[in-house]
């Protein structure tokens, strides 16, 4: 039985749209939606640790981790047909000097308000980030801001590092939404 999870595929993509925004350093570049959708049957549910295995056409399984916002997980049952649709747009800009630090999140959630269960939650998140290390060897680059985030990634254009320098400050905004439905 071969699984993924969706919240780690997800990351993943997050990762992988942040390291193309990384040559665009002198303006805000809006990357391409990334989409992750997952459609099958039910196969088995962990009401505790809200999460269910979907079953796909092809015969793969697909771990879904359900969130909290997510009213009326009790009603879903093994043999349902459904349908999870992740997208992740990401922006990432270099910080002026002397610009005032951003940390915000704001979330939307219409979940458990339709007749069938599901429904979509929304998360929007920009953060100024330091650049704190620079690898040139391992052509990569970390970085950290608040609350002890940190991230190092590798990184596709050598330009970039003509480009910043460890202390340079960007911000980092990417929004979120998961849509399910039963169907």
């Known amino acids: 039985m071969k699984q993924r999870t969706i ?3 997800f990351a993943f993509a997050f990762a992988v749209a942040f390291a193309f925004a ?3 350093w002198a303006q805000i570049k809006e ?3 990334e989409t992750v959708t997952v459609a099958g049957t039910v196969e088995t549910i962990d009401k505790n640790a809200r999460a269910v295995n979907v079953k796909t056409a092809d015969g793969k399984f697909v771990a879904v981790d ?3 916002a997510a009213k009326r997980f009790d009603e879903v049952k093994v043999g349902d047909k459904v349908k999870v649709t992740y997208n992740n747009n990401a922006y990432v800009r270099r910080k002026p000097a002397g610009e005032a630090a951003v940390d915000t999140a704001a979330t939307a959630s219409n979940m458990g308000k339709d007749a069938r269960p599901g429904g979509t939650a929304a998360m929007v998140r920009t ?3 330091t650049v704190s290390e ?3 060897g391992a052509s990569s680059m ?3 801001g608040p ?3 940190k991230y190092s990634r590798r990184i596709v254009d050598p330009k970039v590092f003509d480009e910043v320098k460890a202390g340079d400050r960007v911000d980092i905004t990417w929004s979120t939404d998961v849509a399910f439905a039963v169907e």
Do not use: C, E, Q
């Open 7 to 9: 919240p780690s595929a």
């Open 22 to 24: 990384l040559p665009s």
């Open 31 to 33: 990357l391409p939606k």
């Open 66 to 68: 359900v969130p909290t």
């Open 127 to 129: 953060m100024t980030a």
């Open 134 to 136: 620079i690898d040139k």
């Open 142 to 144: 970390t970085f950290v």
């Open 147 to 149: 609350n002890g985030w």
